[in-house]
């Protein structure tokens, strides 16, 4: 096959798999005409994960984030996730992780973790929580899906 023959051939099958998504769509309106009067799914309620003002900071290293979340629509198993930077850091440091009830109403999460007493200190630090879903994916191998993610400076107080 010649260079030429091969950038044609390319080419062809390049337009081939452009034009399939939309020949496809076509061939679903033929066969369905009355998709229009289908009417729309509910909306689902809003998702959002807060952090709360203030942390828990124990003696002993133990750090206590707390906020609330709202989430509808799970297939899979969802966790709060939290971490933590201080001083204008690089490295974050997860603060445990609380599983979550997707059902559409507000709940709270606490997440609790025992770091190194000299790691943090009472005052001002990033917090940063996360709400995310493992879905079934290729194979059934889990596959994450983030509903909602939220950052906020806090106050680290001595519990």
Same mark, same amino acid.
């Given at each position: 096959?010649? /260079?030429? !023959?091969?950038?044609?051939?390319? %080419?062809?099958?390049?337009?081939?798999?452009?034009?399939? @998504?939309?020949?496809?769509?076509?061939?679903? +309106?033929?066969?369905?005409?009355?998709?229009?009067?289908? @009417?729309?799914?509910?909306?689902? *309620? *809003? +998702?959002?994960?807060?952090?709360? %003002?203030?942390?828990?900071?124990?003696?002993?290293?133990?750090?206590?984030?707390?906020?609330?979340? #709202?989430?509808?629509?799970?297939?899979?198993?969802?966790?709060?996730?939290?971490?933590?930077?201080?001083?204008? =850091?690089?490295? #974050?440091?997860?603060?445990? =992780?609380?599983? $979550?009830?997707?059902? =559409?109403? +507000?709940?709270?999460? $606490?997440?609790? $973790?025992?770091?190194?007493?000299?790691?943090?200190?009472?005052?001002?630090? !990033?917090?940063? *929580?996360?709400?995310?879903?493992? #879905? @079934?994916? /290729?194979? =059934?191998? @889990?596959?994450?899906?983030?509903?909602?993610?939220? !950052? #906020?400076?806090?106050?680290? &107080?001595? &519990?």
């Amino acid at each position: 096959m010649s /260079f030429r !023959q091969a950038v044609g051939a390319a %080419t062809g099958a390049a337009l081939l798999l452009l034009t399939a @998504p939309a020949a496809a769509h076509a061939l679903d +309106e033929a066969l369905v005409p009355a998709a229009a009067a289908i @009417p729309a799914a509910p909306v689902a *309620a *809003a +998702e959002s994960v807060t952090v709360d %003002t203030a942390g828990k900071l124990s003696v002993d290293g133990t750090i206590t984030l707390s906020g609330t979340y #709202r989430c509808s629509g799970a297939t899979g198993p969802v966790f709060v996730s939290s971490s933590l930077v201080q001083g204008g =850091g690089n490295v #974050r440091h997860g603060i445990g =992780g609380t599983r $979550a009830v997707c059902d =559409g109403a +507000e709940h709270r999460w $606490a997440n609790t $973790a025992r770091l190194d007493t000299t790691a943090f200190a009472a005052g001002e630090a !990033q917090v940063e *929580a996360t709400l995310m879903e493992l #879905r @079934p994916g /290729f194979l =059934g191998l @889990p596959l994450p899906h983030f509903h909602a993610t939220s !950052q #906020r400076q806090v106050m680290l &107080a001595q &519990a």
